[in-house]
């Protein structure tokens, strides 16, 4: 599976990663998963949007520092070029949804 990441994601995983020190490690755990699932399993993924190039889901990315908390991740997953792109990062306390427009203005340049 090839890995890329929007430089919003980055900003806000930077930003995180100083606040949730084990999260690169937790980032790298998820990617296991990712890597066996892609679409993840059970409660704790869900496709936002399916078209026939692309699905982006929203996942928990459990985090050590937050102890029974989690962190939400919104990805792309193209299945014929096996590919993932993560699009954002964020605290459920801090924000309660995912960014509508990025997923949307993202979807636009990728089509």
Do not use: A, Q
Not at 25 to 33: I, S
Not at 67 to 77: C, T
């Amino acid at each position: 599976m090839n890995y890329r990441e929007l430089p919003e994601f980055l900003k806000e995983l930077k930003k995180l990663s100083k606040k949730y020190l084990s999260l690169i490690e937790d980032l790298d755990e998820l990617k296991k998963v990712i890597n066996e699932m892609p679409l993840g399993t059970g409660r704790h993924f869900n496709v936002l949007i399916s078209t026939e190039k692309v699905k982006i889901v929203k996942g928990r990315l459990f985090c050590r520092y937050l102890k029974g908390s989690s962190l939400r991740i919104i990805y792309s997953y193209y299945e014929e070029l096996k590919t993932i792109e993560f699009l954002e990062i964020y605290f459920k306390g801090d924000k309660p949804n995912e960014d509508k427009e990025r997923i949307k203005d993202y979807l636009k340049s990728s089509s």
